[in-house]
């Protein structure tokens, strides 16, 4: 199982970034997928979640009309896209997905992305 994001880069306040999160290793279209953040000397916060199909997401309150998560199960590729960024919103954004492996399930994430939001 493998998931690598990419995307993360220096951005101006009120700009946008798209980040991909491409996997690989499972059945990606089986499985929700969670995208969420950690900045420095901070908790990791939950950015968003899709269903395996992508029929359903949910975002945190910080993150509702300025994210929106997505995937094309045929790239086995999910994406966020981050609009009105604000410095606050600097960290390294991670994928993530609880996969089924045999009888266990265990969480995968990727290496992350930096995403720096300044002036």
């Known amino acids: 199982v493998q998931l690598v994001e990419s995307g993360g880069g220096l951005v101006l306040p009120g700009g946008s970034l798209r980040l991909s999160c491409l996997a690989s290793?499972?059945?990606?279209?089986?499985?929700?997928l969670n995208w969420y953040r950690q900045a420095p000397g901070k908790e990791r916060e939950l950015v968003a979640i899709?269903?395996?199909?992508?029929?359903?997401?949910n975002y945190p309150d910080f993150a509702k009309g300025r994210f929106t998560v997505s995937r094309d199960n045929a790239k086995n590729t999910a994406y966020l896209q981050m609009n009105s960024l604000k410095p606050d919103d600097t960290a390294v954004y991670y994928c993530?997905?609880?996969?089924?492996?045999?009888?266990?399930?265990?969480?995968?994430r990727g290496p992350g992305t930096q995403v720096t939001v300044s002036a």
């Open positions: 899709i269903s395996h199909g992508g029929s359903t997401t």
């Open positions: 993530s997905a609880v996969v089924l492996q045999g009888s266990d399930w265990s969480p995968y």
């Open positions: 290793g499972f059945t990606f279209s089986n499985y929700a």
